[in-house]
T-cell receptor, first 110, second 117 residues
């Protein structure tokens, strides 16, 4: 059974700090990895999609990496802001389903 | 593109009533998925359509749940009769699907928050 794991489940960081969210997966043949953000009571917003031929993707203050050999992905957030507070979900999108981790609840302390 | 559009945003209904949730996928996407999210179970795949055809409905919890996709731009998820344990947020997502070059990721709608009292 393919799984996606995110540790820690929750994280609090002072505003302005850089931080890294971790994701691990068991599928050694992973095609792609996608990071989502979910605000309380809201939907899922796609942040970054890393395709198998890529090692990382960047969008603004966000940088996501994919290391297939170690089964890991990281989401780096630079200069964190209170508005970054949300749950961040790592997921493996397949053709017939998307396998989600349980997410990391991030709280940026003002 | 306006993204994946779901309606209604919120639905409160009494136990035993029929509930219909609606979804309009992104134009050109050939795969559509219905997910349910609860605190206890997280995100669960209910059913998956490819080119309007249901491919995998093994996640549909009971016969009370049914889903249709009459055309490429519209899908419904129906619960009849509804029960309090069906209360959850229901998400629709669409994707370009597998093209041989890899999956292009998923786009989710804003969800329908269903409360059955």
């Amino acid at each position: 059974k393919q799984e996606v794991t995110q540790i820690p489940a929750a994280l609090s960081v002072p505003e302005g700090e850089n931080l890294v969210l971790n994701c691990s997966f068991t599928d050694s043949a992973i095609y792609n990895l996608q990071w989502f953000r979910q605000d309380p009571g809201k939907g899922l917003t796609s942040l970054l999609l890393i395709q198998s031929s890529q090692r990382e993707q960047t969008s603004g203050r966000l940088n996501a990496s994919l290391d297939k050999s170690s089964g890991r992905s990281t989401l780096y957030i630079a200069a964190s802001q209170p508005g970054d507070s949300a749950t961040y979900l790592c997921a493996e999108p397949r053709d017939d389903k998307i396998i989600f981790g349980k997410g990391t609840r991030l709280h940026i302390l003002p | 593109d306006a993204g994946v559009i779901q309606s209604p945003r919120h639905e409160v209904t009494e136990m035993g009533q029929e509930v219909t949730l609606r979804c309009k996928p992104i134009s050109g996407h050939n795969s559509l998925f219905w997910y349910r999210q609860t605190m206890m179970r997280g995100l669960e795949l209910l059913i998956y359509f490819n080119n309007n055809v249901p491919i995998d409905d093994s996640g549909m919890p009971e016969d009370r749940f049914s889903a249709k996709m009459p055309n490429a731009s519209f899908s419904t998820l129906k619960i009849q009769p509804s029960e309090p344990r069906d209360s959850a947020v229901y998400f629709c997502a669409s994707s370009l699907g597998f093209t041989g070059g890899g999956n292009y990721g998923y786009t989710f709608g804003s969800g329908t928050r269903l409360t059955v009292v």
